[in-house]
């Protein structure tokens, strides 16, 4: 104990480097780029004809037909050598840092044991198979259509008052939210605000209806231990029993709520133009409403048009058996998630994922039997998408190979300069012509139809007699016949392909939450626990332990939890997500007790609880904050809304945000200094 409280050691030059690469990766983690990586053009071309040549890709490749240009606006000449310049994704910046520290031996094997399988009660391995095994069940939920038809119930019972339905929508957020956490609720719900305030036609900005959305689902997440991993880690660092644990955070979490949503109504979106009176919703034809709804699960050929999008809201999709099934699944693994915690006696907890990785198989074997048994229906309306798709990829081909002809031939890229054009026979065609022929029309269109067998002349008359079914048919047709071809030569990228559409055929349900579930996490999570414990081992993490102590020495409780309050939600923007900051301040708070065990004074309960909790309602609130990543839910968020073509700027996402998380922290907290009082005594914490 006594090593691991020295501080003298961050005189070291590899603890210096240790904490210079701990604040560049989280700066990198906050403003995430593309760094540009120069390497020899030939290089690449010899990759990539050894791609082909071993069959790992096809022959031809239509991202180098696109990006063609691109490739050449980032070429340049040095020592007549022709260099490219081959943009490499910073979203490892965490295991780079880590593979960094250990070439310099600034941390070692026990530092990557401790930081993957754990130590002091901080176990990454349980955590994150807990975390994806109940998410898994919490997606296959969303994925049945059980949450888009909840939200249609309260869009109906909301009716056309427009407050009244940013009411019901903030409960159903907020109560959903703290059941099966926040991602599904951000993966499905932030989808059907966006297709809401797009089909209505007076709310003029979804501004006011997304923000809502995201606070919302962050401060619901507080709630229990399973509904957000922060939650996790700060459960099993401190030993709380996950009953324990909901019921100090539920009432402030719950007058958080109640007066939040008054600020948000009257003072932060108080504008007619946000959240009219009245709604105006578009309508849909009866014939389309009296349509199976559309399971948006399996691939299929409609897109993203505006009917499909006004359908997905006022004709959803609810798979009744699946819901039903995942729902049960779900409250069991709660409910006995919490009995078996709360019975467990105090060094002889039962790992939670013990509970939550069975379930998530029973969700998994039931997904896949289901998909099986209704393969019949679904495997139609996917491959049907699947050849018109392919059909849509060998015209765009065409279209491009075209393109690069006229460009080699004359020099230069010019649409204008495409006449006369050669046609798909091969001779040339007139300016007039060249509407007629489809291969001829500019790659941005995706809506181009294969050239058949008539003269090009009459080919519009015929399209103008064409129903869209019959267009698709033909579109169809045509990419079976490219599926045909693609068989004579194979690869392993079609291969791939191929087991990725069979899956979303056959199992789509399956395929969605695979798709979804939060990969991304592991990583990024096990290299973070490494580098916050390269900070421990290093004497960094004793020295914040030691600043905290000072501070608590000065300020008392309620410097406690207004200090450890603030301290969460700034790292939250700055120290690798919400994750990373619960990492490095629960490291803190242990090293803050042990530096009291070590000096024979004991921390009041009071004190010691009221910085726990703190912390809790800052890591959750924090994650909107002033930066995107200051969670992986707000990254995700993002991403969904610019999709949805909605752009969310992140200086309007601070702008946005700063009210609400100063209104949601201070109310918060203050609740919280009230619980304590009433809750806890200045007896010793004896951990």
């Not at 050598?81 to 593979?99: E, N, T, Y």
């Not at 200051?630 to 969310?648: C, H, N, T």
Request: with cysteine.
């Amino acid at each position: 104990m006594a090593g691991e409280l020295d501080t003298s050691q961050i005189k070291d030059w590899r603890s210096i480097v240790t904490l210079i690469v701990f604040v560049i990766t989280n700066i990198i983690v906050l403003v995430p780029f593309q760094l540009p990586i120069p390497i020899p053009k030939s290089w690449r071309g010899t990759l990539i004809r050894g791609a082909r040549r071993l069959r790992i890709t096809t022959e031809k490749s239509n991202q180098d037909a696109l990006h063609r240009n691109d490739h050449r606006k980032l070429e340049s000449s040095v020592l007549g050598i022709s260099w490219v310049l081959v943009k490499f994704p910073m979203d490892f910046a965490p295991l780079i840092a880590d593979l960094l520290l250990l070439a310099i031996l600034a941390i070692g094997r026990q530092e990557v044991h401790d930081g993957t399988v754990g130590v002091d009660n901080i176990h990454p391995i349980d955590i994150m198979v807990f975390f994806l095994s109940l998410a898994y069940i919490a997606i296959s939920i969303d994925a049945s259509g059980l949450i888009r038809y909840l939200a249609f119930r309260v869009l109906k019972a909301g009716g056309r008052h427009g407050r009244l339905l940013y009411f019901y929508l903030y409960t159903f957020f907020f109560v959903l939210t703290g059941c099966i956490g926040n991602d599904p609720v951000i993966l499905s719900g932030t989808a059907f605000l966006a297709y809401m305030t797009r089909v209505s036609s007076n709310i003029e900005r979804p501004r006011a209806w997304i923000y809502m959305q995201f606070a919302t689902a962050n401060i619901g997440s507080a709630i229990l231990v399973s509904s957000n991993p922060t939650n996790l880690v700060l459960a099993g660092a401190f030993d709380i029993k996950f009953i324990h644990y909901t019921a100090n955070v539920i009432v402030p979490v719950l007058i958080t709520a109640i007066v939040l949503f008054p600020f948000l109504l009257w003072i932060r979106f108080n504008d007619e133009a946000l959240i009219p009176r009245q709604i105006k919703m578009h309508e849909l034809p009866d014939e389309v409403l009296d349509e199976d709804p559309i399971n948006p699960n399996i691939p299929d050929s409609r897109g993203d048009t505006h009917e499909r999008q006004l359908q997905e809201i006022l004709n959803p999709f609810l798979d009744k058996v699946g819901a039903v099934a995942g729902s049960v699944i779900m409250a069991a693994t709660l409910i006995t998630i919490l009995a078996i915690n709360a019975a467990s006696q105090r060094g002889s907890e039962t790992p939670v994922f013990y509970i939550t990785l069975p379930a998530a198989f029973v969700m998994l074997c039931w997904d896949v039997g289901y998909g099986w048994w209704f393969r019949d229906k679904t495997r139609p309306i996917a491959r049907r998408a699947r050849l018109i798709e392919r059909a849509k990829q060998e015209e765009r081909r065409k279209v491009n190979a075209e393109h690069a002809a006229i460009e080699k031939a004359d020099g230069r890229f010019d649409l204008a300069s495409m006449s006369p054009t050669t046609n798909v026979a091969g001779t040339s065609a007139t300016p007039d012509e060249v509407t007629d022929i489809p291969n001829a029309k500019a790659p941005a269109h995706d809506e181009v139809q294969t050239a058949g067998p008539e003269p090009a002349t009459s080919e519009p008359q015929r399209q103008a007699h064409l129903s869209d079914r019959e267009i698709d048919d033909n579109r169809a047709e045509h990419g079976k016949r490219l599926l045909e071809r693609d068989h004579e030569k194979i690869s392993l990228q079609l291969l791939l392909e191929d087991a990725a559409w069979w899956l979303r055929e056959t199992f789509p349900t399956v395929a969605a939450v695979l798709n979804h579930l939060p990969w991304k996490l592991v990583p990024f999570a096990f290299c973070m626990f490494v580098l916050v414990q390269a900070l421990v081992t290093k004497g960094w993490v004793p020295v914040f332990a030691h600043g905290w102590d000072h501070w608590i020495e000065a300020t008392g409780v309620v410097g406690a939890i207004g200090g450890m309050g603030f301290l969460a939600v700034v790292l939250c923007n700055f120290a690798g997500t919400n994750i990373g900051t619960t990492i490095l301040l629960s490291r803190v708070v242990q090293e803050w007790v042990s530096i009291h065990r070590s000096n024979g004074i004991a921390i009041p309960q009071r004190t010691f609880w009221a910085t726990v909790y703190s912390m809790a309602i800052g890591v959750n609130y924090g994650a909107f904050s002033t930066a995107f990543s200051a969670s992986l839910a707000g990254l995700l968020w993002r991403d969904i809304l610019q999709r949805k073509e909605i752009p969310v700027r992140s200086l309007d996402f601070a702008w946005v945000n700063l009210p609400i998380i100063a209104v949601t922290m201070v109310v918060g907290c203050t609740v919280l200094i009230g619980e304590v009082y009433l809750t806890r005594d200045t007896t010793p914490y004896t951990g």
